[in-house]
């Protein structure tokens, strides 16, 4: 069983920095690659960033540039450092873990979600 907890949401001023963090427990972290969803209220979940076993990113490009998904194995944590943030990126950010090595932008990849983290950014 895999438990994947978030942390690190809140309420920040437009133009202001917060880092979320992905504890998992239950599997063996390293050999799995992890991604970042967010759901805006009446929106879909959407695809924020995503990161390999290795370490190797891909983030959306509403987010390129001000985010940055990260992991420490040794931890067995996840993190994404979000920068610049916009009111349009207020949303629930949930993490999710995918039992394989490689990436993938797809919800329908991903095995495991946490319960989520609200991050509200105000204007």
């Known amino acids: 069983q895999v438990q994947l907890v978030e942390s690190g949401g809140g309420l920040v001023q437009a133009g202001g920095s917060l880092r979320l963090s992905c504890a998992a427990s239950?599997?063996?972290?390293?050999?799995?690659?992890m991604g970042w969803f967010r759901q805006a209220p009446g929106k879909e979940r959407e695809f924020v960033a995503t990161v390999s076993w290795s370490g190797s990113a891909n983030h959306a490009d509403s987010v390129k540039g001000r985010f940055t998904i990260s992991r420490d194995n040794a931890k067995n944590t996840m993190y994404l450092q979000m920068n610049s943030l916009k009111p349009e990126d207020t949303a629930v950010y949930y993490c999710a873990a995918r039992t394989f090595k490689y990436s993938s932008v797809y919800m329908r990849d991903y095995n495991y979600w946490g319960q989520g983290t609200q991050v509200t950014v105000s204007s």
């Open positions: 239950g599997h063996t972290f390293s050999s799995y690659a």
